[in-house]
């Protein structure tokens, strides 16, 4: 009985040290967005990472100079990143050189963001919706205190979107912060990843891949029910890309939610 038990142990320590060694290229991800293109992501190391899609290849991008990176976000021309202490930086996609921008500790209450060109858009943990310029760091409160229980924050380009706690999805005008619910259903509630890519908002909940038209709040569901380990997603190109849990990269097609994985 020993003996059995000894190899039982053996043959579960193996297995979990060989989950470890084959992690995917992108195990340990924490951030990830995509700009040009191209995938950036940030380990947990602090390592900056920028990945050519659709080919997978990547390479590491400056030092180490990222463990304390919060959020991570795309200008019209570079990376910007709010950091654990609230300070913004602008950071050069090409080497990862990096820039402080603004003032201090001005984005420590940060719960989400989105940008449009070079405007930044945040909400802070008592409900402001924040526009911040990314060039120079000043910025100006948008609206009332509306957005107390907004979980997630999109952006098509032009115009911003949240899905909130209870799981209704708003439209948000970002010049005057208006905000105004798509359909009368929290078909959101689930939601778990998301991103809006191509004037589409594809979201996955339990197992599956939704598109959403935000015109109208209808939604479909893409492909089979294999989304249940998707750390990040994103799009690039005419594709959405998911990062899983395990490191590995899939491109996924948009319209029918066929997936095929990528690099190692």
Not at 29 to 51: D, H, Q, R, S
Not at 142 to 150: E, H
Request: proline share 2%; hydrophobic share 35%.
């Amino acid at each position: 009985m020993k003996r059995i038990k000894a190899t039982l142990l053996l043959v579960l320590v193996t297995f979990c040290l060989s989950v470890i060694a084959f992690g995917g290229d992108w195990d340990n991800t924490e951030p990830a967005v995509v700009l040009n293109g191209k995938l950036y992501t940030i380990e947990t190391g602090g390592m900056l990472y920028v990945t050519e899609l659709p080919s997978g290849v990547w390479k590491q991008l400056g030092k180490a100079d990222f463990a304390n990176t919060k959020f991570l976000f795309v200008s019209t021309t570079n990376l910007i990143t709010i950091e654990a202490d609230g300070s913004m930086y602008s950071v050069d996609p090409a080497s990862g050189a990096w820039r402080k921008v603004g003032k201090g500790a001005d984005w420590k209450n940060t719960v989400v963001g989105a940008t449009i060109g070079d405007k930044l858009y945040t909400v802070e943990t008592e409900g402001r919706m924040f526009e911040t310029n990314t060039t120079n760091g000043v910025w100006r409160q948008i609206g009332k205190t509306d957005y107390l229980r907004t979980k997630y924050l999109y952006s098509d380009g032009t115009k911003l979107y949240s899905i909130e706690h209870d799981g209704y999805f708003y439209s948000i005008n970002a010049s005057s912060g208006v905000w105004q619910k798509i359909s009368n259903s929290n078909d959101w509630l689930n939601t778990n990843r998301s991103v809006m890519f191509n004037g589409k908002l594809y979201t996955t909940e339990n197992n599956n891949l939704f598109v959403t038209d935000p015109a109208t709040g209808v939604w479909k569901q893409l492909g089979k029910r294999e989304f249940s380990s998707v750390d990040h997603l994103v799009g690039a190109g005419d594709s959405l890309y998911s990062i899983e849990f395990n490191g590995q990269l899939f491109r996924v097609n948009p319209t029918d939610g066929s997936r095929t994985q990528i690099g190692k």
